[in-house]
């Protein structure tokens, strides 16, 4: 199966960049560029990619508006989007994540993270492992006064061992890492994500992992 790739950023070198990575690639094509925003949420939904590598930062329409264009609204479109930034520590990110991002890339990454991150994204997982996007998510949940009785009402939504899941999720655990934790089948994980996304309504395991912090069902710094 090839993944198919759009690459929307705004610097043209930056563009060749990637894409010679991503063409380098068995099973990977680059099926269009866009030099910003606008051109990327008309590009995808013309072209229809497996992923979209957008940055954050773009002329007329930035990468956050451009997926919650994307990501919202009654039909969503099914492309992953794969965040990229300069910025270890951005505002934007978080806004990103909430906007339905499947996750975010440093743009100082090699070429085999990149290319491991397309393949994690383009199967419908997300990115989770850095310790950026713990980080974030983390600054994300910070300062909520109303965390207690989110938690507590998603808590509700899902039964004891989906909640179990839903918090080593959050904590970037895969599925088989999820299964010796809690001694369950691997496959018996992914029916409780699968699951624990229908509940919530939510797109991905990082959209989950977004929901456990700000509820406050994961407390920052691990608590």
Do not use: W
């Amino acid at each position: 199966m090839i993944i198919s790739v759009l690459i929307a950023d705004d610097q043209r070198l930056i563009r060749s960049g990637l894409r010679a990575i991503i063409e380098s690639e068995p099973g990977m094509e680059v099926v269009g560029e866009a030099a910003d925003g606008a051109e990327a949420v008309e590009a995808v939904r013309r072209l229809r990619p497996d992923v979209a590598l957008m940055d954050i930062r773009m002329p007329r329409l930035d990468g956050v508006a451009a997926a919650r264009s994307l990501c919202s609204g009654p039909g969503p479109h099914p492309t992953r989007i794969l965040m990229l930034t300069t910025f270890h520590l951005d505002d934007y990110v978080a806004q990103a994540l909430r906007a339905g991002a499947s996750g975010f890339l440093l743009k100082d990454a090699t070429a085999d993270q990149l290319l491991e991150a397309v393949r994690v994204v383009a199967a419908g997982e997300a990115i989770l492992a850095p310790a950026v996007t713990r980080r974030m998510l983390e600054r994300m949940a910070a300062g909520r006064a109303d965390a207690a009785a989110d938690g507590a009402d998603l808590r509700e939504r899902l039964s004891v061992r989906e909640v179990d899941v839903l918090l080593l999720v959050a904590r970037g655990l895969s599925n088989a890492e999820i299964g010796a934790a809690l001694h369950l089948a691997e496959s018996t994980v992914k029916s409780h994500v699968q699951n624990i996304l229908a509940k919530l309504g939510l797109r991905d395991r990082l959209q989950a992992a977004v929901a456990a912090y700000e509820s406050g069902l994961v407390h920052p710094r691990g608590a």
